[in-house]
C-alpha cells in the first residue's frame, strides 16, 4: 500500500500519466500516417493523423466504399438526397457531385435530385428569417444543377392516409442482380455513344435558367394550423417525434410523386449512436436495426438509405472546414424549460460530454448497433403494422410487459369534444391505442387532443378501426379498404 500523503506526489492527482499533463501546444507537429511525407493537419482517432489531400481521398473513398458495399442504389436509378442545409447533409452533397464529376475516374452511375423541408414555422423563425433561409437553400440547391424540390412542414397537413401504408416494393418480375444492372448500364451507355458522363431520364422539371424564383411561404391559415398542432404536444420529446415523422412522411411523398425509389439522408455516425440511446429510451428497442441501419426500407416502394453513417462530426465538420463546403445553419426546436429538455437533447449533451474523456465512446455504441437484426421490425400485414412508425406491433404479451399499465390509463380517456355515439367510436383515444406500436402509444399519450391532429393520421386510423370492425362482424371489405399485397 502506498505511504505517501495525497498531494505529495504519491496516488493523488499527481499520479495522472503524464501525457495528460503535456501541454498540445508544445508537442512537435505529426506526420501523415499515409503518405508518410505530408505535416498532419488534424487527427481523427489517436494515431491517425492525416495531411489535407490524404484527408480528402480517405473521405471520399468511405464514401464510395460504404455505397459500394451494400450495393441498394443500382445504376440508372432516381434518387432523392434529403438537404438540410446541416453539415452531414451539405457534405453528402458535396460527395455525390464529385462522383457525378467529369473527372472523377469511377463515377456514380444514380440520377440525383434534391428536397428540403422547411421547418422553420416550428422553429421560432419569423416570415423574414424563413425567407432568408429559404433564399439561402436555394442558391445552394441551384448551384448543383440537380432537380431540387422545396416543400414546408406546413404541407404535411395535407398529405393523402396513403402515405401510412408501405408502398409496393416494384413490379412482380425478379430483379435483376447489382453485378447484371451495372453491365447492363455500362452496355446502354455504349450503345448512345456516351462514355458514362450524362445521366439519362434527368429531370427538366425545375427550370435551371434564369434568375431563382422569389421563396413563397405556406398560407398563414396553415402555419397557424401547424403552430396549434405542436403547441398542444406536451412534452418536448413528443415534439422532437412528432418533428421527425412528419418530415420523414414527407420526404418519402416527394420521393413517391417524382418517380424517386431512393432517399438518401445525412445521419452521422455521431447522430446514428445518439439515436440508439435515445430510441432505446423511448422503448424503441426492438426497431432500431431500422431506425439507425444504413437502409429502412419500412415505407416498400421507397428506401432510406444513410450513407454518412460511419462519418463522426469531427471528420464532417473538418471536411467541410479545409475544402469550404457550404451549409446553412437552421435553429433547433424552442424550448421554454432549460432544465428539462427532451430525452434527445439530454442523450446527446450525455455522449457527447463523455466522448472528451473517452473518445471510443461513439464508436462502441455504433459498433454496437451494427450487430442488431432488422426482423423483429417487419410486419407480415397492415394488422400487425404500426399506424405512425410502420413498424411491427412489439404487443404480444401484454399483461407481462410495461404496456399494460399504459392501456389502463388509456381505456376510461375520451376527448371533451368527441361526444359522438359508438358508432363513431374512432374518435376516440381508447380506439388509436391498438393501432400503435409500444413507443408510439407512449408518444401519442403527449400529443394533444384528437382533433388537432394531422388529418392525415386520423383518416388512416378511422379506416384501419372501419375494417378491423367489418371483419370482426364477418362482413365483406370494400375494395379500396383492402390491405395491399406485400411485395
Known sequence: MCDVEWGDGGCGEDAAPARRRRDPGRSPPRTCVKCKQGTAALVIRLGDAFCRGCFREYFVHKFRALLGKN??????EKVLLALS??????????????????????KLRFIPGLVYVDEGAVRGQSPAQREQTLSQMDTLMRATGFPYYVTHLEEALELPPSILQ?????????????????????????QQGDGGTSLPGHSTQDELAGPPPTPQLPPTALTQDLLRLF??????????????MLRTHLIVQTARSRGYTKVMT?????????????????????????????VD??????????????????????????????????????????????????????????????????????????????APAKASCESQRCLLCLCALDIEGEEELALEPTL???????DGCCQAPPAAGAESRAAFIPLLCYSCRLTFKELGPLATLPPYVRAEAQRRIHRAQMMEQGQEVPLEDKEPAES
Open 231 to 244: 403547441q398542444a404536444v406536451e412534452t418536448p420529446t413528443a415534439r422532437e417525434e412528432m418533428l421527425q
Open 297 to 374: 426500407g419500412r415505407h416498400g416502394d421507397v428506401l432510406l438509405v444513410r450513407p454518412m453513417r460511419e462519418y463522426t462530426a469531427k471528420e464532417i465538420a473538418f471536411y467541410n472546414h479545409f475544402f469550404h463546403v457550404p451549409t446553412v445553419t437552421v435553429p433547433p426546436l424552442t424550448t421554454k424549460r432549460r432544465e428539462k429538455l427532451s430525452i434527445h437533447r439530454l442523450v446527446e449533451r450525455f455522449i457527447l460530454e463523455l466522448q472528451e474523456d473517452f473518445p471510443s465512446t461513439i464508436s462502441t455504441i455504433y459498433r454496437t448497433g451494427e450487430k442488431l437484426s432488422p
Open 408 to 414: 389502463i390509463l388509456e381505456e376510461p380517456e375520451e
Open 166 to 190: 408501405p408502398g409496393l416494393g416494384g413490379s412482380h418480375k425478379p430483379s435483376p442482380s447489382y453485378k447484371e444492372a451495372v453491365e447492363g448500364f455500362i452496355q446502354q451507355q455504349r
Open 85 to 106: 442545409g446541416g453539415l452531414a447533409s451539405s457534405a453528402m452533397l458535396q460527395q455525390v457531385q464529385e462522383g457525378l464529376s467529369r473527372e472523377t475516374a469511377k
Open 71 to 76: 450495393r441498394v442504389i443500382f445504376p440508372g
Open 266 to 294: 445525412g445521419e452521422s455516425c455521431t447522430r446514428v449512436a445518439i439515436k440508439l440511446l435515445t430510441n432505446l429510451a423511448l422503448g424503441r428497442g426492438a426497431f432500431l436495426a431500422v431506425d439507425t441501419g444504413f
